[in-house]
């Protein structure tokens, strides 16, 4: 078997695996209760099974090491035996917490163990070691502001098939086809969980897929950065939509005077459900931001690698400005709906 075709059987695997799994997780979760129910601090109507994000962690497992070890461009067993075991740890917390909440301070724990595992990884391969600090914060964020971010139908496996397929593109671009087919293999699972999530979702993605999510993306940037520390700036890019929300909202917050760490419904795609969009059309939004704006600055700082930094800062400043003027604008539509319902 050539390595194309093992490439190719490798991430069809991961979207009928995605596929079957959650399947029988709706079936898991209707059996054992396992229900989101709507509230003041939700954005869905009915009660929703969750916990689906099992199907993308069991098919990465089963597929990304295998594309890892086996291709051209390999990575060492003791990186990929530290990927795994990461991603086991905070799946495991998550689906956990799916079943029974867990407090805080446990769960931030595992989270930046897992961030630890990789980093130290790394480390032994040559990486610096100063970098394991700020990896390790990177990783601990990157779980949890893709656990802020998991609110509506749909979004969240919208947004790892889109940074999943760019840091595929980008690894192919660097002559890296297993780093490249470990990329894609998570973009087809998330894909195959979205058949199921997309509006109206049949089954939430829950902690258990949420939080492997943001670690499985922080590993892959954190791989590519160590190929060539140029392609950071535009795998960064890919992400912006989401990093933007979730930073802008928690310093928001912060600034605030309010209890940031609590369950709340002030991110910019709650307020656009909140003011009258779908969660199709929230959805189409950010879609909107990854194909008009961060696909093409992310190539053009892959392209321009001297310009990349700038293009990065630019990014993320037309981000800040696009997210203050929607948030306004959600504002006043709300308040408008208000004043109209009260006269």
């Not at 630890?116 to 914060?137: E, K, N």
């Not at 890296?176 to 058949?195: D, E, K, N, R």
């Not at 760490?261 to 199709?280: C, D, M, N």
């Not at 696909?295 to 800040?320: C, K, R, S």
């Amino acid at each position: 078997m050539t390595s194309v075709s093992l490439a190719i059987g490798i991430v069809l695997a991961s979207l009928l695996i995605a596929l079957i799994v959650v399947r029988g997780a709706i079936a898991y979760a209707h059996r054992r209760g396992m229900m989101d129910l709507p509230g003041q601090r939700r954005s869905h109507t009915i009660p929703t099974p969750r916990g689906g994000g099992i199907g993308i962690v069991v098919a990465v497992l089963l597929t990304m090491p295998l594309a890892l070890l086996t291709l051209p461009a390999a990575w060492p067993i003791p990186v990929v035996l530290s990927l795994s075991a990461a991603t086991l740890l905070v799946a495991a917390v998550g689906w956990w917490d799916d079943h029974r909440s867990l407090p805080v301070l446990p769960r931030l724990g595992i989270q930046l163990l897992s961030a630890a595992l990789i980093a130290f990884a790394l480390a032994t391969g040559g990486m610096s070691w100063w970098w394991v600090p700020l990896l390790v914060l990177a990783g601990g964020w990157s779980i949890n502001l893709h656990n802020f971010m998991d609110g509506i139908d749909g979004l969240l496996a919208q947004q790892v098939i889109f940074v999943g397929v760019g840091l595929a593109l980008l690894a192919y671009a660097a002559a890296q086809p297993a780093l490249m087919t470990a990329a894609a293999s998570l973009a087809a699972a998330a894909l195959g969980f979205w058949y199921y999530n997309r509006p109206r979702a049949r089954i939430f993605m829950g902690d258990v897929g949420s939080g492997t999510m943001g670690l499985l993306l922080f590993a892959l940037v954190a791989l590519l950065w160590r190929v060539d520390w140029h392609l950071l700036w535009p795998a960064l890019i890919l992400s912006s939509s989401f990093v933007a929300d979730a930073t802008l909202t928690l310093l928001g917050r912060m600034v605030a005077g309010r209890r940031w760490y609590t369950a709340h419904r002030e991110h910019l795609y709650q307020w656009l459900v909140r003011s009258g969009f779908t969660h199709a059309g929230g959805g189409a939004c950010y879609l909107a931001w990854n194909m008009l704006v961060a696909a093409p600055l992310a190539a053009l700082a892959w392209a321009w690698p001297a310009w990349a930094v700038p293009v990065f800062i630019g990014t993320y400043l037309i981000a800040t400005a696009v997210w203050i003027l929607m948030k306004r604008q959600c504002l006043r539509r709300v308040s408008h709906k208000v004043c109209h319902v009260a006269s």
